[in-house]
Structures are given as structure tokens and as C-alpha cells.
């Protein structure tokens, strides 16, 4: 028996919208859903599946906003599967998008050229309720995710005014069971979600620099979520800027009262993986010294990803391995990246010349394997009669770049350069206080994370009145832990084994450079 759902969208036509001048907006949707309620399916094989693609690549305009949609659900309520071979439940989403924006040819204060990527994918399997599975082979429920994404505003083939690139991707991948008093069996089970992404955003100012536009309401600080800011003190203008959000969460568990007993003859897996690629790049080094505008340049990576598996609710399970994963997908090391170049701009001494560059790479990230949930008190964890392992592992690289063209400086010229990259991460095998994990063979917790990071901030001043100073500042918070819990003894029969390891490198670098020492150039440099 097969149930298929499938959708592919590759997006409506480019529509018009006018308003200060005209911006076309580009969406795409592919939702696709199998739900079985309160059924009975009996057959050799079941294939549950719901595939939704998105294919959005619209040509380049002005000013562009493209949305996209990809979601896809299989859900198992309160249904008997019966399948003498092998038992496949799967939700697929897979999105490919760009916006691609190009500079408006005439002279403008705003912004010659915007691109705006909006990207929402879901892909959930799900089975619960009084749901049960009797399967001879094997049975999978599998939550697949992929998303590609890219968005491009270049304003150099502009006269004047900003690029600006906007791109917020919101990414769920959910394989659960959550079910209530019943017995499964199967060869073998396996519940594993997976998610991959590649999101990036590049900006190029005009040769013609922006100047601030007061009829405007959106300002760097708006546009990057409150991030365009050193200390407190916002950016005011940006030639190019910058904005890349993702928002990813990947989750695989199994959880259900005691009187939920699942039997698998070969191993349980319970697996969460994922991988991260996430970039924004702003170079404002295309507007010249003799430009009316800024060539500041403003790059924000603001990153938030959950990698999480667990067992729950006192279920029952046997099997001669049960084991719970997160980590990254296929060794994929996770990257995110903040560059930021500035250019230079007016040269009329009655104006301030300001050619800064700001990088900012925020960085909040988790994987967990568990028994029990957050908070304690909502824990009862699970009943494991085999052998558990709880592993966790974490693999990745961030960079963050703020440099400046040092060009003829005005009368008073302001290359600063400041790199900001705060990483927190966390990677975890553990047993929740007062989880329980039943009597388990061998016990197994590892947990193990690599991360190198680098940090620059350049730039250099010249000519006229020049002052450049570079600030890099770097604040990483890193732990890899294996926690046994408290609370309840733990019943071991076996060995036990918990090891945690952590390797990071963090360079942090501030290099301020000063030529023409005829006139007056000042370099500063702190990190």
C-alpha cells in the first residue's frame, strides 16, 4: 500500500506593486499532507510519503521580494499499520530560492536597489495517539529538510542610493512518536529528522555611496533586528547592508507513557542531524572619495539552531541497541560567516566622511541527546532493556571580516572597522535529573565538539584628516558535557562509559593600517 502526496511550485509571475518607486513581489507555496486517522492497513509493504519542492528563481528586478512556502506532513493518528515487509513513513521538503535585486539608474537618497528572501519550510512525520505498528521488517519515520537560499542586491550598476539584502529562513524538521498504551513491534526502528541548509546574502553599494533618507522608516538597526549597532550607538546609514536571519530546528524522539512498550528484534535509532551553512557579505568598497553618499558597509549573520533527540513518558523499549543521536549530517561542517568592506564616500570638507565597516556574527547553537526533557520536573525518561547510547556531536567554523579601502581621505575621513562575533554552543549527551532509563545493559554518554573561529578586523586611512581605527572583539562560549543525572540509581548491568571532548581555536585579530604620513593619518587597533 502507498500513499503519496506530491507538489512542486516553481512560483506565479513577477507582479508589480507601486509604491515610492516599483517593487515586485515573487511567491511560491507546495504543501503537501498524508494523514491517516483512525485506519486499519494491513499489506506487505506501507509507504506513507509527502514531498513538497520549491523552485523559485525569478529574474532580476529593481527592488524584489520573494516568498517562499514548502511544507509537508505525514501524520498517524490513532491507526493500526500492519505490514508483514518493511514500513516507510517520510515528510520531504526541499527548497531552492534567490532574490536578485539590481541599482536603479537614476540618482536617489534611499536605496537604488533592495532584495528581500522569505523562506519557510516544514517537513514532519509524526505517529500518535493509540497508534500501533506491527511491521516483520523494517519501519522508518523519517523528517527530511533542505533548503538553499541566496539573495543578491547589487547596486554598483546604480547611480546612488544603498543595497540592501534582506534573507529570514525559518526551517522545522519534527519525526516523533507520541503515542499512548499500546505494543510495537518491528525488525528494526529507526526515527530520524534531518535538515540542511545553505543560506547566504551579499550587498554591493552604489558607485554614488547612500545618504540618509528621513522620509524612510527603515533604518539599518530595523532591518538587521536591532543589530546594527556597536555598543549601543547605531549605524545612522549603510551603503550596503546585509541582513541574514536562520532559524532552524531539528528534533527526533519517541515518547509516550509507560504502557507504551515498542520491541525491535535489530537496533532502535532515535537520530537528529543537521547542517548549517550561513553567510552575509556587505561591500561598500564600490563608492569612491568623490561620491555624495557613504560607502558604510554593514553585515549581520544572526543564527539560532536546535539539533535535538530524546526518549520520554516512561516508554518502554527493547531492543539489543537503542540508540540516541544528534549530530551534524554526513560529517557536513556547520560555517557562518559576517563580512563586512567599506568604501569611502563625500569629499566635500563641509560634510563627514564615513567609510566604517561593521561585521556581526551571532551564533546561538545546541545538540542534544537525551533521556528525560527540560525542565526536570517534566521528566520521567524512558525504560531500555539493551544496550543505550546517548551521543552528541558538534563540527564547525565560523569567520567574521570588517575591513576598510583606505582611499584619499577628505577633510575629515573615518575608516573604522569592527568585527563582533559572539558564539554560544552547546553539545550534550545526558540523562535528565530525575529521568529514569530503566534496566539498560551497557550504558554509553558521549559528547564531542570542534570549532574554530576567527575574528579581523583592517582597515586604513589616508590623506586630509584621517582617523581608522579597527576593533575586533570575540566572545565564545563553548561546552561539551556528558551528565548522568540525578535523582533516581541507575540500574547498570553492563559497562557504563561517559566521555566528553572539546577542541576550539579562536583567532582574534585588529590590524589598523595608515598611509600618506605627509598629511595627517592616524591608525588605532584593538582586540
Not at 313 to 333: F, W, Y
Amino acid at each position: 500500500v502507498t500513499l503519496n502526496a506530491q507538489k512542486t511550485d516553481a512560483g506565479e509571475g513577477l507582479i508589480p506593486i507601486p509604491v515610492n518607486e516599483i517593487q515586485f513581489v515573487f511567491g511560491a507555496d507546495a504543501t503537501t499532507s498524508v494523514t491517516v486517522t483512525g485506519s486499519t492497513i494491513n499489506a506487505n509493504n506501507i509507504t506513507l510519503s509527502a514531498t513538497s519542492t520549491v523552485n523559485a528563481t525569478p529574474a532580476t528586478n529593481d527592488l524584489m521580494i520573494v516568498s517562499t512556502t514548502a511544507d509537508s506532513t505525514v501524520s498517524v493518528v490513532d491507526s493500526s499499520l500492519i505490514a508483514g515487509g518493511v514500513l516507510g513513513i517520510s515528510a520531504t521538503s526541499s527548497t531552492t530560492a534567490t532574490s536578485a535585486a539590481d541599482g536603479i539608474g537614476i540618482p536617489t537618497l534611499g536605496d537604488a536597489s533592495v532584495s528581500t528572501l522569505d523562506v519557510d519550510s516544514s517537513a514532519i512525520a509524526t505517529v500518535t495517539g493509540s497508534s500501533v505498528l506491527t511491521v516483520g521488517g523494517a519501519a522508518t519515520i523519517l523528517a527530511s529538510n533542505t533548503i538553499n537560499a541566496s539573495t543578491d542586491s547589487d547596486a554598483e550598476t546604480g547611480v546612488a542610493g544603498a543595497g540592501i539584502a534582506i534573507t529570514l529562513v525559518d526551517q522545522t524538521t519534527r519525526a516523533a512518536v507520541d503515542a499512548g498504551s499500546a505494543t510495537w513491534s518491528a525488525a528494526s526502528l529507526s526515527v530520524v529528522a534531518t535538515s540542511d541548509n545553505t543560506v547566504a546574502g551579499t550587498s554591493k553599494a552604489s558607485p554614488g555611496g547612500a545618504e540618509e533618507d528621513g522620509s524612510n522608516p527603515d533604518t539599518p538597526e530595523s532591518r538587521t533586528d536591532n543589530n546594527a549597532n556597536n555598543n549601543g550607538t547605531s549605524v545612522s546609514v549603510a551603503g550596503a547592508l546585509t541582513y541574514t536571519s536562520l532559524d532552524s530546528s531539528t528534533e527526533a524522539y519517541i515518547q509516550g507513557p509507560n504502557s507504551l512498550v515498542i520491541g525491535s528484534v535489530g537496533e532502535l535509532v532515535v537520530r537528529a542531524a543537521s547542517a548549517h551553512t550561513s553567510s552575509a557579505t556587505a561591500d561598500g568598497s564600490t563608492v569612491s572619495g568623490a561620491a555624495t553618499g557613504v560607502g558604510v558597509a554593514v553585515a549581520v549573520n544572526d543564527v539560532d539552531v536546535t539539533t535535538d533527540a530524546w526518549l520520554d513518558g516512561g516508554v518502554h523499549l527493547t531492543a539489543p541497541t537503542v540508540s540516541v543521536k544528534a549530530n551534524n549530517v554526513d560529517s557536513k561542517i556547520d560555517s557562518f560567516v559576517a563580512s563586512a568592506t567599506s568604501g569611502a564616500g563625500n569629499a566635500d570638507p563641509a560634510n563627514v566622511n564615513v567609510a566604517g565597516a561593521l561585521a556581526v556574527n551571532l551564533v546561538n547553537g545546541r545538540r542534544t541527546a537525551a533521556v528525560g526533557v527540560e525542565p526536570p520536573a517534566l521528566a520521567t525518561g524512558a525504560s531500555v532493556s539493551g544496550n543505550l547510547t546517548l551521543a552528541a556531536a558538534s563540527d564547525g567554523s565560523d569567520s567574521t571580516v570588517a575591513k576598510a579601502d583606505s582611499g584619499p581621505g577628505s577633510t575629515l575621513g573615518f575608516g573604522a572597522s569592527i568585527a563582533l562575533s559572539l558564539m554560544d554552543e552547546s553539545t550534550e549527551a545526558k540523562i535528565v535529573d530525575d529521568a529514569t532509563v530503566g534496566s539498560v545493559g551497557d550504558l554509553t554518554l558521549s559528547a564531542v565538539a570542534n570549532r574554530t573561529s576567527s575574528n579581523e578586523a583592517k582597515t586604513g586611512a589616508s590623506g586630509g584628516l584621517a582617523f581608522s581605527p579597527s576593533v575586533a572583539v570575540s566572545l565564545s562560549n563553548m561546552s561539551s558535557r556528558t551528565t548522568p543525572g540525578s535523582g533516581s540509581e541507575l540500574a547498570i548491568g553492563g559497562n557504563y562509559d561517559a566521555s566528553a571532548a572539546q577542541t576550539a581555536r579562536l583567532t582574534t585579530k585588529a590590524d589598523g593600517e595608515a598611509t600618506d604620513a605627509s598629511t595627517a593619518a592616524v591608525g588605532v587597533s584593538l582586540a
